[in-house]
């Protein structure tokens, strides 16, 4: 090899693009020296109302998160709340999660006073 030959190192990445409302896009091993042309689209939807457990009463302020269960969804070190979709509950209690892509969600519900819940959605 000349001096002036250089020889082109490829590396694989595993891509994530995300915004808050529409769905998440992976690119598996993908070339870092390729162009990336991402089109992201509006994801799917959970919604639905907290409930009191003991009265049944519609609870306000509730903090709703929905995560995915793919471990390359979640948590990033430099980034916590990446792969999270994040919702409050209304003054009825109710609360809709946008932007999210195809799979299984785990969904976690916190109020003070209350504790919390987890549950699984599809």
Request: glycine content about 14%; hydrophobic content about 40%.
């Amino acid at each position: 090899m000349g001096v002036d030959e250089q020889k082109e190192v490829l590396t694989l990445l595993d891509v994530r693009v995300e915004k808050q409302g529409l769905a998440i896009r992976r690119f598996e091993k993908w070339q870092s020296s390729a162009p990336l042309d991402v089109q992201l689209a509006v994801g799917g939807v959970i919604e639905g109302t907290v409930r009191d457990g003991p009265s049944g009463a519609t609870v306000p302020g509730v903090r709703v998160v929905a995560r995915s269960d793919r471990a390359a969804d979640r948590s990033l070190p430099w980034d916590p709340e990446a792969g999270s979709v994040r919702a409050k509950t209304d003054s009825k209690g109710r609360f809709r999660l946008e932007g999210l892509g195809p799979g299984t969600y785990v969904v976690e519900a916190f109020a003070r006073g209350y504790g919390f819940r987890i549950c699984g959605a599809r």
